[in-house]
């Protein structure tokens, strides 16, 4: 039986979901370089903070070069502005583990980048954590259901990213 080969995929989900985590876990796996959307929306060249984002245009630009490429593995929210991203893979990976998670994940996160001198400000983290409060209907109720009737031949969903991690590795070995 012929191995299961995604050369584009997708992975999203909430702040603090693990989609980071799970892309690097892929990425090393598979070879296949990671993006960061952060990385693409933010302009980190003067900060480490996450409010410098990049003009509309710059941003979509540089998803069209990531998407002209054969294989490539993007994570990262941003849904109207990529919604290409989504349409051009072979696979979509949700992440929709519990609010409490996801904060806690965040917490972590933030800590750990302190630590490392990549200071992103408290300020963001409280604003990153209110909006995963106000926005839990959307990650966990209405984006699933819009993305499993958009795309429901090639996503799958998860509760974390190791379960999703651990369902890719079988994809690979069959």
Request: no cysteine; hydrophobic share 25%; glycine share 6%.
């Amino acid at each position: 039986m012929p191995t299961k080969k995604y050369n584009k995929i997708r992975i999203t989900g909430g702040s603090g979901s693990g989609k980071t985590y799970l892309g690097k876990k892929i990425s090393e796996q598979t070879k296949t370089p990671l993006t960061s959307l952060d990385e693409v929306a933010y302009d980190f060249s003067k900060t480490t903070k996450f409010d410098h984002k990049k003009p509309e245009q710059e941003i979509k630009n540089e998803i069209k070069k990531i998407l002209k490429q054969k294989k490539w593995l993007i994570e990262g929210g941003y849904y109207k502005l990529t919604k290409k991203t989504y349409e051009d893979a072979d696979l979509i990976i949700y992440l929709k583990p519990t609010l409490t998670k996801r904060i806690i994940n965040t917490t972590k996160r933030f800590i750990q980048r302190k630590k490392q001198g990549k200071n992103e400000g408290l300020k963001n983290f409280t604003k990153l954590t209110r909006y995963n409060i106000t926005t839990k209907n959307k990650w966990q109720k209405q984006r699933p259901k819009l993305f499993q009737e958009q795309y429901k031949n090639k996503i799958k969903f998860f509760k974390n990213a190791e379960d999703a991690h651990e369902w890719f590795n079988k994809q690979q070995k069959n």
